[in-house]
């Protein structure tokens, strides 16, 4: 089995679309894992539903696709993300509504933990310091949890009483040990680690690995659909810098 495991598709269908061709035109999948964050900020968040749901999927809310659909109030998203929040909502339809409304925060798939923030805090906690990743390994039973959310992908690795962060190789399998570890798939739609390009990762259960891709698309079609619909500069400037 192989699953395409995205996280933060934010709306963004070029982004999306791009990273379903290369996975196809790469390893293959047979399922989606989406890990949170469907909707938000981009232009097209009916339309990345629709694509998700013609696939066999697996998928969990983020703090943006509760937002949408009224489960989370906007007192903690910044003026941005508030503003597209609101003009998400405005676009789903009942169906995309009642679809984002019954996802869980949190699920167990193969031998994966799948939360959009944390184990401790599903909703809203990052990962990204050795202190958040060690105090969340202990609270999950599986071997392995992925995570979304900071839109930067890494594997971590428990370190003693501590936890150690790795850069997540692109296009090198990393081979799935004993070992726990939080995997980071990155954020296909807003990419912040500096590079422009969609973000996802492959799980192959026949190998155990995992391995991480980028994947170019259209920035410019996306920005211009954004312009459209009069989403904030500063969301749409973001994803030509990969910040
Ligand atoms: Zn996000």
Same mark, same amino acid.
């Given at each position: 089995?192989?699953?395409?495991?995205?996280?933060?598709?934010?709306?963004?269908?070029?982004?999306?679309?791009?990273?379903?061709?290369?996975?196809?035109?790469?390893?293959?999948?047979?399922?989606?894992?989406?890990?949170?964050?469907?909707?938000?900020?981009?232009?097209?968040?009916?339309?990345?539903?629709?694509?998700?749901?013609?696939?066999?999927?697996?998928?969990?809310?983020?703090?943006?696709?509760?937002?949408?659909?009224?489960?989370?109030?906007?007192?903690?998203?910044?003026?941005?993300?508030?503003?597209?929040?609101?003009?998400?909502?405005?676009?789903?339809?009942?169906?995309?509504? /009642? $679809?984002?409304?019954? #996802? @869980?925060? %949190? *699920?167990?798939?193969?031998?994966?933990?799948?939360?959009? +923030? =944390?184990?401790?805090?599903?909703?809203?906690?990052?990962?990204?310091?050795?202190?958040?990743?060690?105090?969340?390994?202990?609270?999950?039973?599986?071997?392995?949890?992925?995570?979304?959310?900071?839109?930067?992908?890494?594997?971590?690795?428990?370190?003693?009483?501590?936890?150690?962060?790795? /850069? $997540?190789?692109?296009? #090198? @399998?990393? %081979? *799935?040990?004993?070992?726990?570890?939080?995997?980071?798939? +990155? =954020?296909?739609?807003?990419?912040?680690?500096?590079?422009?390009?969609?973000?996802?990762?492959?799980?192959?259960?026949?190998?155990?690995?995992?391995?991480?891709?980028?994947?170019?698309?259209?920035?410019?079609?996306?920005?211009?659909?954004?312009?459209?619909?009069?989403?904030?500069?500063?969301?749409?400037?973001?994803?030509?810098?990969?910040?």
């Amino acid at each position: 089995m192989r699953a395409l495991i995205v996280s933060d598709v934010h709306s963004n269908i070029e982004a999306f679309q791009s990273a379903i061709e290369h996975a196809n035109d790469t390893e293959g999948f047979d399922q989606i894992w989406s890990l949170g964050d469907l909707v938000g900020y981009g232009p097209d968040p009916g339309l990345c539903i629709d694509l998700l749901r013609q696939y066999e999927h697996v998928a969990i809310a983020g703090n943006h696709d509760l937002a949408a659909v009224g489960k989370l109030g906007l007192q903690k998203f910044n003026m941005h993300a508030a503003a597209a929040a609101r003009w998400t909502t405005e676009q789903l339809t009942e169906e995309h509504v /009642d $679809f984002l409304a019954q #996802l @869980p925060i %949190r *699920l167990e798939v193969h031998d994966f933990t799948l939360v959009h +923030g =944390s184990p401790r805090d599903p909703v809203w906690e990052y990962v990204i310091t050795a202190a958040s990743a060690s105090a969340n390994f202990s609270l999950f039973d599986t071997k392995r949890c992925i995570v979304g959310h900071s839109h930067i992908p890494f594997v971590c690795a428990p370190k003693g009483e501590s936890a150690q962060f790795f /850069d $997540f190789p692109v296009d #090198l @399998p990393v %081979r *799935l040990m004993d070992d726990k570890l939080i995997i980071n798939p +990155g =954020s296909v739609g807003q990419p912040r680690d500096s590079l422009p390009t969609a973000s996802y990762a492959l799980y192959d259960s026949e190998n155990q690995t995992v391995t991480h891709y980028r994947v170019a698309y259209d920035i410019a079609a996306t920005q211009q659909r954004m312009t459209e619909h009069n989403l904030p500069q500063y969301l749409i400037n973001r994803l030509a810098r990969g910040r």
